[in-house]
């Protein structure tokens, strides 16, 4: 079963921050954040990941709770284009190499023109 | 820099055939894993292959299995399909030495 949960859909209006929320309760030290999004009918695309720091890059910015418990993926400027679903995955770093993901239902991001 | 690509796009087979899909890993990486996604639902891991060696097994039967050639490229087989097995299939890629992974577009199975 996947160890996050997700909203399953979010509304954002074009032209602002689309913040996503992912609750991992039960994460363990040594497992990271990873967020991935699925535009429709395509393969998974990788956005952003992180263990315990705020990460950011040119798609989005990741913020985890000092407890880890939860994180939220922020879009700084969505547009139509983000229009997607928004899996939030925890994976332990087990140091040989990426092991398979669990994905759960994600978020169905609608971004309203 | 070519990323992962996967052929064919779409196949159609029929009950009891078999089927064999193929993937050819971003340029780099020596791991490749696939995942089945039926409609409405998360990918869901199959098997990850590393030095042409099966690593990693997902909760699925024996008549899915897999290749790894010495180009990392990687086949996904499937023997005696059953229309449940309809499904978009994904390729996915690593390096053994870093963490993230990354999808290609996928292939169409449909069983009648």
């Known amino acids: 079963d996947a160890k996050t949960t997700q909203p399953p859909s979010m509304d954002c209006a074009e032209g602002r921050a689309a913040n996503l929320p992912c609750n991992h309760s039960?994460?363990?030290?040594?497992?990271?954040v990873y967020w991935y999004r699925q535009i429709h009918s395509q393969g998974p695309q990788y956005i952003i990941h992180?263990?315990?720091n705020n990460e950011t890059n040119e798609m989005a910015s990741l913020i985890i709770t000092e407890d880890r418990k939860s994180s939220t993926l922020i879009l700084p400027h969505a547009t139509l284009r983000d229009t997607a679903v928004y899996y939030c995955?925890?994976?332990?770093?087990?140091?040989?190499?990426?092991?398979?993901?669990?994905f759960g239902k994600g978020t169905h991001l609608i971004i309203q023109p | 820099d070519a990323g992962v690509t996967q052929s064919p796009t779409h196949l159609i087979k029929t009950r009891g055939q078999q089927v064999t899909l193929r993937c050819s890993p971003k340029?780099?990486?020596?791991?490749v894993s696939w995942y089945q996604q039926a409609l409405g639902q998360g990918p869901q891991f199959i098997f990850q292959?590393?030095?042409?060696?099966?690593?990693q097994r997902g909760n699925f039967p024996d008549r899915f299995s897999g290749h790894q050639f010495p180009n990392y490229s990687s086949e996904l087989n499937v023997n005696a399909l059953l229309l449940g097995d309809s499904a978009l299939y994904l390729c996915?890629?690593?390096?053994?030495?870093?963490?993230?992974?990354?999808f290609g577009e996928g292939s169409w199975l449909t069983v009648v």
């Open positions: 996915a890629s690593s390096s053994i030495s870093g963490n993230t992974i990354y």
């Open positions: 039960t994460i363990s030290g040594n497992e990271y």
């Open positions: 992180g263990l315990k």
């Open positions: 995955i925890v994976r332990s770093d087990s140091g040989g190499g990426a092991d398979g993901l669990t």
């Open positions: 340029s780099g990486h020596d791991t």
């Open positions: 292959y590393y030095e042409e060696e099966e690593r």
